[in-house]
């Protein structure tokens, strides 16, 4: 099976897909910048949005591409929850297979239910797991790819650290790898490359960008914020995720007692004094690099600037480190024999 992704990209990067975030803006504008754009499809409520959603995005690249031919565009890609929550699943991929997203990320469930859907039509499927178990049933289900959710994520986090996630994962899979987890800059995505990733996903980063539908408030208590300003709890949804404690506690919660959640619930409505997701807000422990509100083409610039200065500083120690040692003097050479 090839699990190979034929995309030129300008920065080996996913614009994470992140609930009541990222919508056809934010997609867009992340795809025009070089790098993958994605969305989760329970963003677009009732259906009909979807399919608006999926058209807008359909077209509006089919126009960049055709206008910015000198551009490098990056796909876009469709985010499924394969939960037995998600009643709308089929439905879902029904518009799947009608617009044909490049790359297809499920969460939240097995991929099963949209791999013979997706590569139908030559499109990938990569499914976010946050355990080395995970990611071998993945694997078995016939996934082209994995998303490692690890330690430091935002949201729905993983418990083990980016690079022995990658590591592990390496030892029984050879196809396509993306690693995600409080990596925020372009530094981070080199270190996660030459670990051995092919991919990094990068949520927090895109929330306070103009484009992203998140509300004002929430992108100026990014900037404000520090790693410090994060924990992590299942109280809210039953699995760990990460939090903001300013957030916690402007709806009434105490981030030193939170609430236990003895079983899981995925339903954003679901009310703790105030709606998960939409009045709670999460990040992750890369919020530290979020310095202001901006475009998401200036956040790419930057990320591309970074990544390349920390590239070149790799391939500096690899050259200074290969090369050979000193010959000894001749005396000294006399002396070792």
């Excluded at 009434?252 to 939409?278: C, E, F, H, V």
Aim: charged share 20%; glycine share 8%; proline share 7%.
């Amino acid at each position: 099976m090839d699990t190979s992704l034929p995309f030129a990209l300008r920065l080996p990067v996913f614009a994470a897909p992140m609930f009541l975030i990222s919508g056809p803006a934010l997609v867009l504008a992340a795809c025009k910048a070089g790098i993958i754009g994605a969305f989760p499809t329970p963003n677009a409520r009732p259906i009909s949005e979807l399919d608006a959603w999926m058209r807008q995005i359909t077209e509006g690249l089919a126009r960049a591409r055709d206008e910015q031919a000198a551009d490098t565009i990056g796909p876009w890609c469709a985010n499924l929850v394969t939960h037995s929550s998600n009643t709308r699943l089929p439905e879902d991929l029904e518009l799947i297979a009608r617009y044909r997203p490049p790359v297809v990320v499920t969460a939240l469930g097995s991929p099963k239910p949209a791999i013979a859907v997706v590569q139908a039509y030559g499109g990938k499927v990569i499914a976010d797991v946050t355990s080395i178990a995970l990611a071998r049933k993945a694997v078995a289900a016939g996934a082209d790819g994995l998303a490692c959710v690890s330690s430091g994520a935002g949201g729905h986090t993983g418990s083990i650290s980016p690079f022995a996630f990658v590591s592990a994962v390496r030892e029984f899979f050879d196809g396509q790898l993306v690693v995600g987890g409080g990596i925020s800059d372009g530094w981070g995505v080199a270190g996660a490359i030459a670990a051995g990733a092919d991919f990094v996903y990068m949520g927090t980063r895109f929330i306070p960008t103009v484009e992203s539908m998140a509300p004002d408030a929430y992108k100026q208590m990014l900037v404000d914020s520090t790693v410090e300003d994060i924990i992590i709890s299942a109280g809210i949804t039953g699995t760990p995720a990460s939090w903001l404690k300013p957030s916690l506690r402007a709806n009434g919660l105490d981030p030193d007692n939170m609430p236990s959640a003895p079983s899981r619930n995925y339903d954003s409505n679901q009310t703790i004094g105030a709606k998960k997701w939409k009045d709670v807000w999460a990040a992750g422990q890369g919020v530290g690099a979020i310095k202001r509100v901006e475009a998401v083409a200036d956040v790419v610039d930057r990320l591309e600037a970074e990544y390349r200065q920390a590239c070149q500083r790799l391939a500096t120690r690899a050259a200074a480190t290969a090369q050979p040692a000193a010959q000894p003097s001749e005396p000294e050479a006399r002396r070792a024999a």
